[in-house]
């Protein structure tokens, strides 16, 4: 009987200490909770991209996996011409991005200090584009520089003065890639004024700086992180940009994303659109990493 007793009582304590098993147990509901998101990355990201990296290292024009190895696609791209492709998109890319921070700074310190209620109207004033179809609002601006069209027309009705249009030149592509990722620049960088603090820059008003020494020691560092997120943003979107190329650009300029799709679709030549793929993630991943580590995020963070 006393040994029956002391079996149950054995059964009825606790294998552990309870807040150690219910940690265990909210770990283990975590980990299942989230094994859709990750499943959904595994297919939705990390499987295409192996697939890409894999045809890269396929015989040209190819359409199967399981060929014997090649850098053939690899020695055509350093060979060729394609380095006049990256040269556009990411020289593109680059002035997009500049044109975007001086634009969209000012916007952002008014909606983030200066324009109190007028704020959220705005806002919905730049968000509203976002609702319409990126194809759509180019045609619109083709229609508006087109020769004869809104602008030219209106001038030459007007003052009788025929003027060349802008299209089909790099100036107009890069015009709509501004316009187009405006949004990715501004919301970002707005965050990043938001979080300077007001008392900080009347703190510096009192200590006799001037508002050139408030922008440049207090609110440009302390909004570094939302300009640096909104930067690489646009740039990664911009690089891959090719709409605004063959719309406003009537493909006067041959950007990277267009190789990679003639290599796709006309071409037939899967490890070859693989190989330029896989250059530019390489290209940009690491322009990327370069930047982060040159502006240290960790310092403008305030982790240290």
């Not at 990355?41 to 199967?64: C, E, K, N, Q």
Request: include cysteine; hydrophobic fraction near 55%; glycine fraction near 8%.
């Amino acid at each position: 009987m006393a040994e029956l007793v002391d079996s149950a009582s054995h059964m009825a304590q606790p294998q552990g200490r309870p807040g150690v098993n219910l940690g265990r147990w909210i770990a283990a509901a975590g980990r299942r909770h989230s094994l859709p998101i990750l499943l959904l990355l595994l297919l939705g990201f990390v499987a295409p991209l192996l697939t890409i990296i894999g045809f890269s290292f396929m015989p040209p024009r190819t359409f199967s996996l399981w060929q014997w190895p090649s850098l053939e696609n690899y020695r055509v791209i350093i060979e060729e011409t394609f380095y006049t492709s990256f040269l556009w998109s990411l020289g593109m890319a680059v002035v997009t991005v500049a044109i975007l921070i001086a634009i969209c700074y000012p916007v952002a310190y008014g909606l983030a200090k200066t324009f109190g209620r007028w704020s959220n109207l705005v806002t919905l004033l730049m968000v509203l584009p976002l609702f319409v179809s990126e194809n759509v609002r180019l045609y619109g601006w083709v229609l508006f520089f087109i020769k004869g069209g809104v602008l030219l027309g209106t001038i030459k009705s007007l003052f009788g003065i025929e003027l060349d249009s802008i299209l089909f030149k790099p100036g107009t592509i890069i015009f709509g890639m501004v316009y187009v990722y405006l949004p990715f620049m501004l919301f970002p960088m707005t965050l990043g004024v938001s979080m300077v603090p007001r008392d900080l820059v009347d703190a510096a008003k009192d200590l006799g700086a001037s508002r050139l020494q408030i922008f440049r020691e207090v609110e440009l560092p302390l909004a570094m992180p939302g300009i640096v997120i909104g930067s690489l943003l646009t740039f990664v979107l911009a690089v891959g940009a090719i709409a605004e190329a063959k719309v406003l650009g009537g493909q006067s300029v041959i950007p990277v994303t267009h190789d990679i799709e003639i290599a796709f679709t006309y071409a037939q030549n899967w490890p070859l659109g693989a190989g330029i793929s896989v250059m530019l993630i390489l290209i940009v991943g690491a322009l990327v990493l370069a930047v982060l580590r040159r502006f240290d995020l960790d310092r403008i963070l305030g982790r240290r």
